[in-house]
């Protein structure tokens, strides 16, 4: 299929919306040859915290030499840049050959009365397609919403799952409370697998803890020590690993970085090599876009895909250790299907000036003007504008007039690809 019949074809079986449930993904899988059973794999689930995970597994094991295929969403870029082997998107070649032939599929699902697989469905198949048609030695895979019921829960039993932080929300489909929400993520473990997660509150922990063991797993619990925290690198100790250091920022990444390690020693014990050499290098090489990333110095800019409360309070802790008593310029776009109140209370309080958009080409967007009168609520200081390059173009102002203010950006994934790109744009302009 050319570029266009593979934006066409998207863009059809985007409409069909969300489905959850395994069994389409079966059927599918099983007429594709079952690709999902030609590799190893990390699956991990959590609300928070799912992709610096994946980038720094992903990346240890690259260093180790392994060919490491890796699935996230959502992608801060183009459509499958999300499909990745070595941190190279999937070709636009390999994009057409492998949709076209899930389409083939698909539309002899729908002959035989059978749903169609949704856009979701048909991108995790593409991903299993091309992870085992180029032979990795294993993905790491991130669910894409919940962990039962996700399309990426056709894997066999994983080497490792692996959990990320774990609270509250899409809870019209997963469950209003923590224990239920923990109760869906905890469907990825399976019999054979081990077991890791960050720190839990106690109510998911208990949930994750009964689940390993009605499988028979060992589940290990990812305690940093000693952090040093800081915006350029970062350092803290595990058992005995001393001074690991990574390049991301924020107060959630030391803890991420543990879990990783976590998940590289079991993978080095169940026949993967993987040294502390390449252990160390890959942690400090690790990189994830969107969470808590220092775009530029002088002002800094950071960008922060914190867009429900749980990352808003964790961002809000991150302004505390790393911005003291400095208030920021905020740039804020969320989506209206989220709890932007209580982000609004966790990040306006940190603001000195907060600036409000409309995140573009998204119809779940909130309008600017609607989140403007909400910040109101809490602050005078705030300004609608009317696009991302807007937002960025006044915020440089205020804080160039103001002894280069640091500014921040939150509240969404779904358009910090664009506000990177403007700030990349702008700084070659100087």
Same mark, same amino acid.
């Given at each position: 299929?050319?570029?266009? @019949?593979?934006?066409?074809?998207?863009?059809?079986?985007?409409?069909?919306?969300?489905?959850?449930?395994?069994?389409?993904?079966?059927?599918?899988?099983?007429?594709?040859?079952?690709?999902?059973?030609?590799?190893?794999?990390? &699956?991990? +689930?959590?609300?928070?915290?799912?992709?610096?995970?994946?980038?720094?597994?992903?990346?240890?094991?690259?260093?180790?030499?392994?060919?490491?295929?890796?699935?996230?969403?959502?992608?801060?870029?183009?459509?499958? @840049?999300?499909?990745?082997?070595?941190?190279?998107?999937?070709?636009?070649?390999?994009?057409?050959?492998?949709?076209?032939?899930?389409?083939?599929?698909?539309?002899?699902?729908?002959?035989?009365?059978?749903?169609?697989?949704?856009?979701?469905?048909?991108?995790?198949?593409?991903?299993?397609?091309?992870?085992?048609?180029?032979?990795?030695?294993?993905?790491?895979? @991130?669910? =894409?919403?919940? /962990?039962?019921?996700?399309?990426?829960?056709?894997?066999?039993?994983?080497?490792?799952?692996? %959990?990320? &932080?774990?609270?509250?929300?899409?809870?019209?489909?997963?469950?209003?409370?923590?224990?239920?929400?923990?109760?869906?993520?905890? #469907?990825?473990?399976?019999?054979?697998?081990?077991?890791?997660?960050? #720190?839990?509150?106690?109510?998911?922990? $208990?949930?994750?803890?009964?689940?390993?063991?009605?499988?028979?797993?060992?589940?290990?619990?990812?305690?940093?020590?000693?952090?040093?925290?800081?915006?350029?690198?970062?350092?803290?100790? %595990?058992?005995?690993?001393?001074?690991?250091?990574?390049?991301? +920022?924020?107060?959630?990444q030391p803890e991420n970085a543990?879990?990783?390690?976590?998940?590289?020693?079991?993978?080095?014990?169940?026949?993967?090599?993987?040294?502390?050499?390449?252990?160390?290098? #890959?942690?400090?090489?690790?990189?994830?876009?969107?969470?808590?990333?220092?775009?530029?110095?002088?002002?800094?800019?950071?960008?922060?895909?914190?867009?429900?409360?749980?990352?808003? =309070?964790?961002?809000?802790?991150?302004?505390?250790?790393?911005?003291?008593?400095?208030?920021?310029?905020?740039?804020?776009?969320?989506?209206?299907?989220?709890?932007?109140?209580?982000?609004?209370?966790?990040?306006?309080?940190?603001?000195?000036?907060?600036?409000?958009?409309?995140?573009?080409?998204?119809?779940?967007?909130?309008?600017?003007?609607?989140?403007?009168?909400?910040?109101?609520?809490?602050?005078?200081?705030?300004?609608?504008?009317?696009?991302?390059?807007?937002?960025?173009?006044?915020?440089?102002?205020?804080?160039?007039?103001? /002894?280069?203010?640091?500014?921040?950006?939150?509240?969404?994934?779904?358009?910090?690809a664009r506000f990177e790109e403007?700030?990349? $744009?702008?700084?070659?302009?100087?």
């Open positions: 299929m050319t570029d266009r @019949e593979v934006n066409l074809y998207i863009e059809e079986i985007a409409k069909l919306g969300s489905v959850m449930g395994l069994d389409t993904m079966r059927e599918l899988l099983k007429r594709l040859g079952n690709p999902e059973k030609g590799f190893k794999t990390v &699956h991990i +689930a959590g609300t928070n915290g799912k992709g610096s995970i994946l980038a720094y597994v992903s990346t240890v094991l690259k260093e180790a030499g392994y060919k490491t295929g890796r699935y996230f969403s959502p992608s801060l870029g183009k459509e499958f @840049e999300k499909i990745q082997i070595g941190g190279r998107p999937i070709t636009a070649k390999a994009v057409g050959e492998g949709i076209g032939l899930i389409k083939k599929v698909s539309e002899e699902m729908k002959a035989d009365g059978l749903p169609s697989p949704t856009l979701f469905e048909t991108e995790t198949a593409l991903a299993f397609w091309y992870f085992n048609r180029e032979k990795c030695d294993i993905a790491v895979i @991130e669910c =894409g919403l919940g /962990g039962a019921d996700d399309a990426t829960n056709v894997l066999p039993a994983p080497l490792v799952c692996a %959990f990320a &932080h774990i609270d509250e929300d899409h809870k019209a489909i997963l469950g209003n409370t923590i224990e239920e929400i923990a109760a869906v993520k905890a #469907g990825i473990i399976k019999e054979g697998c081990e077991v890791v997660s960050v #720190g839990q509150a106690d109510e998911a922990l $208990r949930v994750l803890e009964d689940k390993a063991k009605k499988c028979g797993a060992e589940l290990f619990t990812a305690k940093p020590t000693r952090i040093r925290y800081g915006l350029k690198k970062q350092k803290f100790d %595990f058992g005995k690993y001393k001074d690991l250091e990574i390049g991301m +920022a924020g107060t959630v543990t879990a990783a390690v976590c998940v590289a020693d079991i993978l080095d014990r169940k026949g993967f090599t993987i040294s502390e050499k390449a252990l160390r290098k #890959g942690l400090a090489l690790t990189n994830w876009n969107g969470r808590f990333t220092v775009l530029r110095e002088r002002p800094y800019v950071i960008a922060d895909g914190a867009h429900n409360p749980d990352a808003a =309070g964790r961002l809000s802790e991150a302004l505390d250790i790393y911005m003291g008593d400095k208030k920021v310029i905020l740039i804020l776009g969320i989506l209206k299907d989220k709890e932007y109140d209580k982000i609004i209370k966790f990040l306006v309080p940190h603001a000195r000036r907060v600036i409000t958009l409309t995140p573009p080409e998204n119809p779940r967007a909130l309008p600017a003007i609607e989140l403007a009168k909400a910040v109101g609520e809490f602050t005078s200081d705030v300004t609608a504008v009317d696009s991302v390059e807007e937002a960025y173009e006044i915020a440089m102002l205020l804080s160039k007039a103001d /002894g280069n203010v640091p500014i921040v950006a939150a509240g969404s994934l779904s358009w910090l403007e700030v990349v $744009r702008s700084g070659k302009k100087r």
